[in-house]
C-alpha cells in the first residue's frame, strides 16, 4: 500500500529563516516523489518532481530511500512562500497519485 | 491553454439528488483523474480514465458512484442519491499521457444538505 505522511499540518517561519517541510512514505517500490503547492485562491500546481532534480522558488527536495523521506527545504524563505504544501507518490503504474495531508506554511515579516 | 476547466464551481444538493461534476481536461490531454478531499484532510485518488475508458477506478466508492469520459465531450463525475458525507471538493487534474505531469482544475466543492 501507497501512504505519504507530513506530520506538520502548520508550518510557520519568519522572513529569512531557513524552512523544511517534512515528508515520509512507505511503497514498496521504487516511487516517484512529488511536491505540489496551492497558494491563496489558486489551484493545485506541481513545485517539483524527484527525477528532474530541479530547484524551483529556491525549493529543493532529496529523495531518501534509506530514510523513506522527501522533505522539501528552502535555505530562505519569503513571505510569498505562503501556500498549502502537499507531498504526492506516485506507483508504477505512473498514474494515481497518493497524497499527504498537507502543511500549511506561513512565512511572517 | 485554458488549463483545467470544472464547472460547476460550486454546487449544492439536498440528501437524494444526483450531483453531475464536469472536468474539460487541457488541450491535447487524454488521461483525467479525479480526485476527493474531505475537510481537513488531504486529496484521496478515485478513478483514472482515458478517453471511453476507466483505467483505474480502486479509489471509487462501490455505490452511487460512476464516471465516464466519452469520445466527444467532458469527463463527468456522477453522485447518486448524495449524502451529507459526499460533502467534498472535488478536483479533476489531466496529463497527456501516464507519468506525466497532472495539471489540476480549480475543483468543485459539493455542499449536500
Known amino acids: 500500500a501507497q501512504r505519504v505522511t507530513q506530520p506538520e499540518k502548520l508550518l510557520s517561519v519568519f522572513k529569512g529563516a531557513p524552512v523544511e517541510l517534512k515528508c515520509n512514505y512507505s511503497y514498496s517500490g521504487s516511487p516517484e516523489l512529488f511536491w505540489y503547492v496551492q497558494y491563496s485562491r489558486q489551484r493545485l500546481q506541481l513545485l517539483l518532481r524527484h527525477i528532474s532534480r530541479e530547484s524551483i522558488k529556491g525549493f529543493t527536495a532529496d529523495l531518501n530511500k534509506g530514510e523513506t523521506s522527501f522533505h522539501l527545504k528552502k535555505p530562505f524563505a519569503q513571505e510569498e512562500d505562503s501556500a498549502m504544501y502537499y507531498c504526492a507518490l506516485s506507483g508504477l503504474s505512473g498514474s494515481r497519485l497518493t497524497f499527504g495531508e498537507g502543511t500549511q506554511l506561513t512565512v511572517n515579516p | 491553454n485554458a488549463g483545467v476547466m470544472q464547472n460547476p464551481r460550486h454546487l449544492v444538493r439536498r440528501r437524494g439528488q444526483e450531483a453531475r461534476l464536469r472536468c474539460s481536461p487541457m488541450?491535447?490531454?487524454?488521461?483525467v483523474y479525479w480526485y476527493r478531499q474531505l475537510p481537513e484532510e488531504g486529496l484521496k485518488f478515485m478513478v483514472y480514465?482515458?478517453?471511453?475508458?476507466?483505467?483505474?477506478e480502486s479509489g471509487m466508492p462501490k455505490e452511487r458512484f460512476s464516471a465516464e469520459f466519452p469520445k466527444e465531450g467532458p469527463s463527468i463525475l456522477r453522485i447518486q442519491q448524495v449524502v451529507r458525507g459526499d460533502s467534498a471538493a472535488y478536483f479533476c487534474a489531466s496529463s497527456p499521457s501516464a507519468g506525466d505531469e497532472q495539471y489540476f482544475g480549480p475543483g468543485t466543492r459539493l455542499t449536500v444538505t
Open positions: 480514465l482515458q478517453k471511453e475508458n476507466i483505467i483505474d
Open positions: 488541450k491535447g490531454h487524454s488521461h
